[in-house]
């Protein structure tokens, strides 16, 4: 059973987990509305896991007995100056969600909640991933420059990302 700390927590880290769904989304449409068409896929392969962020803590609230209470999610920016602002974002946006989750741990270790310390690791290293593609990005867009041919590269292997639902675990 989840303390109410926990809870809420739990519950607000929800939201910002459709807040970075949306803030994806959004980036996509940049793209697309920009002759991105890698850049809208990458991105909105992005949505779809932070979708699914959002419901494996959503799931794990109901089966420890908590209660979801779903909250507005804020307007995301959709103007950005050029792709290398996009992934800067992306980047500092990441770098907030995994501060985020490294206090939910906090809280659970605090909380002696150990069920939820164990079931946020795997976010722990989720975020180490996300913020480590982020930078990989990053660094080709510097040396591909965010203009003609070297962004025309990049953006036709950002085409290349494939969305994989995860395997749903039989029970």
């Known amino acids: 059973m989840l303390s109410k700390k926990i809870e809420k927590a739990l519950n607000e880290q929800i939201n910002k987990e459709m807040y970075s769904a949306y803030l994806y989304m959004s980036m996509s449409s940049y793209s697309t509305n920009n002759g991105l068409p890698g850049f809208a896929n990458w991105f909105m392969v992005q949505y779809k896991e932070e979708m699914e962020h959002a419901m494996k803590i959503y799931d794990y609230v109901h089966s420890q007995g908590g209660k979801v209470k779903l909250m507005a999610i804020t307007e995301p920016i959709s103007d950005f100056k050029d792709p290398m602002d996009m992934f800067q974002r992306t980047l500092?946006?990441?770098q907030f969600v995994t501060k985020c989750i490294n206090e939910l741990v906090d809280l659970s270790i605090k909380e002696k909640d150990h069920a939820t310390q164990i079931f946020l690791q795997w976010f722990v290293t989720e975020q180490i991933e996300e913020e480590g593609n982020d930078n990989?990005?990053?660094?080709k867009l510097e040396l591909?420059?965010?203009?003609?041919?070297?962004?025309?590269?990049?953006?036709?292997?950002l085409s290349m990302r494939v969305y994989n639902p995860p395997l749903k675990e039989k029970n």
């Open 92 to 94: 500092k946006h990441e």
């Open 136 to 139: 990989d990005i990053i660094s």
């Open 144 to 157: 591909a420059g965010t203009k003609g041919n070297g962004l025309f590269m990049v953006d036709k292997e």
